[in-house]
């Protein structure tokens, strides 16, 4: 068509019901209509994809931007795995790049195509992985009129599951939160360089939370972190080995 009205397909459905519209894609290897073969991992199921005309060709070959559903690992008896893929075309380019997908397992991965494990222990639900400063940050700004300023927020329950508000109170001890750095020691990404940890220093109760900071480095020949200095929650600073001699130079500021 040549207009919106020519070049629109809508879709609205009357019900007294919570039902809405629905678009259904689907695949199977079956060689003929009807014949329901299990698709491979990898297989495309569907996708919706976006072109232009570049001005060239009589066609609209080039494509500015895709999603498209595939699958995520072996197919079986009410078993199907699947993922969702995002691409755009960067300016200058000729074919569209996948940005971002969501796994069969729910994780967030933008600008690879596969979870890493980074830092020991499981895959992670966001990871963000690239080649320059540009495409492997993480940036977040508050435009508002006061004196407020953008958070990371890290959150701790010992409760089973998931739950709005309330749920179960933590125990001293318990690690409230990390910051990791990991790096390549030639196998893997699983080695901790350093980290810092949260942890509940006290017995918490409502309202009353005490924690403490600990900052741990990982020493030449050494497999994990230890921990070399912590700030209490009474605000006490305890550095260990601050001299790099024996245990008795320890500092400790209260």
Excluded at 21 to 46: C, E, H, V, W, Y
Aim: proline share 3%.
């Amino acid at each position: 068509g040549t207009a919106q009205g020519d070049t629109a397909v809508g879709m609205v459905r009357y019900s007294n019901d919570a039902g809405g519209n629905q678009f259904f894609m689907g695949k199977s290897r079956g060689a003929s209509i009807g014949t329901n073969t299990a698709p491979a991992n990898n297989d495309l199921i569907g996708g919706i994809y976006w072109c232009i005309a570049d001005a060239t060709d009589n066609d609209l070959g080039p494509q500015a931007a895709y999603f498209r559903a595939a699958v995520d690992g072996t197919p079986g008896n009410n078993d199907s795995p699947g993922r969702l893929e995002f691409a755009t075309t960067a300016d200058g380019s000729g074919g569209a790049t996948e940005r971002m997908r969501i796994n069969s397992s729910g994780d967030v991965i933008i600008g690879h195509t596969t979870s890493l494990n980074i830092g020991a222990g499981a895959t992670t639900a966001l990871q963000v992985l690239g080649t320059a400063f540009a495409d492997s940050g993480i940036s977040a700004g508050r435009f508002s009129a006061d004196a407020s300023g953008p958070s990371l927020r890290f959150a701790k329950s010992r409760h089973g599951s998931i739950v709005n508000s309330s749920g179960t109170i933590v125990a001293d001890g318990d690690i409230l939160g990390d910051i990791i750095f990991a790096a390549d020691d030639g196998s893997d990404l699983r080695t901790v360089g350093a980290q810092i940890q949260a942890k509940v220093d006290g017995t918490p109760g409502s309202d009353d939370m005490p924690g403490r900071l600990g900052f741990l480095t990982t020493a030449d020949g050494a497999a994990s972190v230890t921990e070399r200095m912590r700030i209490a929650s009474d605000g006490g600073i305890f550095a260990y080995n601050l001299l790099a001699a024996s245990a008795s130079t320890d500092v400790n500021i209260n």
